[in-house]
DNA sequence: TACGCGTGGGA
DNA sequence: TTCCCAAGCGT
C-alpha cells in the first residue's frame, strides 16, 4: 500500500484491509473482486492484484512460511528490490538496503549528486550508496530513521537542515545546494484525452463491465465508454451495436476531469434510460477486448467490487 | 530504458 | 489552477 502513497492516505485502507484479511490464509482465500473493494479509491490497483497472487504463492509454494530471502521475496509479484529490503530489515532484522523516495532524496543531498536521481546510472549509484550505508547492527531502527529522516527534516522543501543530524557532513549543505536537490529530469506536461461514460439506467441499477486486467483500473467495475465529447447519435450506435439497446434521449451529467500518473482524462458522464434489460449482452467487438462480464449494479446495494473513483462519483451525481 | 500504472495533499 | 511527487514495480 505504501509504494508511491503517502502513511496518511494508506492508513484508513490499512487498517479496513487488516480487519477483513488478518493474515496471509484469509487473503489468499478471498475473491479478487473483494480485494480490490478494499482497494478502491487508494490506486495503482496492480498491488492490489498483485498481493492477492502473492499472499496465495506463500500459502502453496512456500507452504505458509513467509520468505526472508532476497531472492524469494523479490520473486514474488509486487515485491521489487527496495519492498524486499524493506520487509528484510523491518521484519526480519537482516541486513538489507532500501532506496525509496525519501533515502534518495537523502543520499543525493548527503552526497551532493547532481545528476537527475530518475536516469538510470545515477539510481545505480545511489543504490551503491544506500548499500553502503546499511549498517549490521539495528537494521530496522536504522531502515526507519533514513525513510523517517527524509520523511520529515530532509523533505523536498524548507528542509530543516538546522534540525538534521547530518548537517555537518552534507555534501549539498555544505556547497549551499540543498534546495536545488535531488535534481530530476524534466515530465512533459500531461496529455489530455476525452471520454463519455455511458450510464445505461435501468430502475435503480447502472449497467457496469469489469474491465481487463491489464491497463487502466485493470480488473475493476466501470461504465462503458466513448472516446471524444458526447454525441448522440454515436451514443445511439454504440448503445445499439454493442448492448443491443435501443436509446432516445440522453441527460447529460456535469463533466469533470480525473488525473492520472501519466494523463489527464476529461469525463462527460451522460446518463441513458433504458427500459427493458438486454437479457443477452453483446459481445464486445471492439478491437482486441474480451467477452466484458456485465452487471446491473445497484448504488443503494453496492456489492464488494473494485469501483474506480470517477465511477463513485458519478454514481454520487445520479438524481 | 522508458513508459504504464491512481490518487490525494502540499506548495 | 497547476505542478510536483509520494514507503516502486512490471513490462
Redesign the pocket.
Known amino acids: 500500500m ?8 494508506v492508513i484508513p485502507y490499512y487498517e479496513r484491509f487488516m480487519q477483513q484479511f488478518p493474515d496471509l490464509r484469509s487473503l489468499a482465500q478471498a475473491q479478487e473482486d473483494e480485494v480490490l473493494h478494499l482497494w ?8 492490489a492484484r ?1 498481493l492477492h497472487r502473492a499472499a496465495k504463492t506463500i500459502m502453496e509454494k512456500f507452504k505458509g512460511q513467509f520468505p526472508d530471502t532476497p531472492l524469494a521475496l ?1 520473486s ?9 529490503g ?1 520487509i528484510l530489515a523491518l521484519a526480519f532484522h537482516h541486513r538489507a538496503p532500501i532506496l ?3 533515502v ?2 537523502v543520499l543525493a543531498r548527503f552526497h551532493g549528486i547532481t545528476t537527475p536521481v530518475n ?3 545515477t ?2 549509484q545511489l543504490w551503491e550508496l544506500a548499500e553502503k550505508h546499511t549498517p549490521a547492527k539495528r537494521i530496522a531502527d536504522y531502515t ?1 530513521a533514513i ?2 529522516l ?2 520529515t527534516l530532509c523533505t ?3 528542509p530543516q537542515c538546522g534540525r538534521c543530524p547530518l548537517m555537518k557532513n552534507c555534501s549539498a549543505h555544505q556547497q549551499g545546494i540543498v534546495d536545488v536537490l ?1 535534481i ?1 529530469k ?2 512533459r ?2 496529455p489530455v484525452r476525452t471520454a463519455t461514460f455511458l450510464v445505461f439506467k435501468q430502475d435503480n441499477c447502472v449497467l457496469l463491465q469489469k474491465r481487463p486486467p ?5 480488473s475493476l467495475w466501470s461504465m462503458p465508454e466513448i472516446e471524444g465529447k458526447p454525441d448522440f447519435e454515436r451514443i445511439r450506435r454504440f448503445s445499439q451495436r454493442q448492448f443491443k439497446l435501443t436509446t432516445f434521449h440522453h441527460q447529460p451529467l456535469e463533466s469533470f ?7 489527464h482524462l476529461d469525463i462527460f458522464p451522460v446518463i441513458i434510460p433504458v427500459k427493458k434489460i438486454a437479457t443477452k449482452a453483446a459481445r464486445a467487438r471492439q478491437q482486441g477486448m474480451e467477452e466484458m462480464p456485465q452487471i446491473w449494479y445497484n448504488p443503494h446495494q453496492p456489492e464488494p467490487l473494485g469501483l ?3 465511477v463513485e462519483r458519478i454514481l454520487r451525481m445520479m438524481p
Not at 491489464?214 to 485493470?218: K, L, N, R, S, V
Request: aromatic content about 8%; hydrophobic content about 25%; overall charge positive.
Open positions: 505504501l509504494q508511491q502513497t503517502q502513511v496518511n492516505t478502491a479509491g487508494l490506486g495503482y490497483y496492480s498491488r498483485n523479490e514474488l509479484p509486487g515485491i521489487g528490490q527496495s519492498t524486499a524493506a525509496d523516495g525519501n534518495k532524496r536516469e538510470k546510472s539510481e545505480s526507519q525513510m523517517d527524509g520523511a523536498r522543501s524548507k535531488p530530476k524534466a515530465v506536461a500531461l491489464t491497463g487502466i483500473w485493470g476531469r480525473h488525473t492520472f500518473s501519466h494523463y474506480p473513483k470517477p
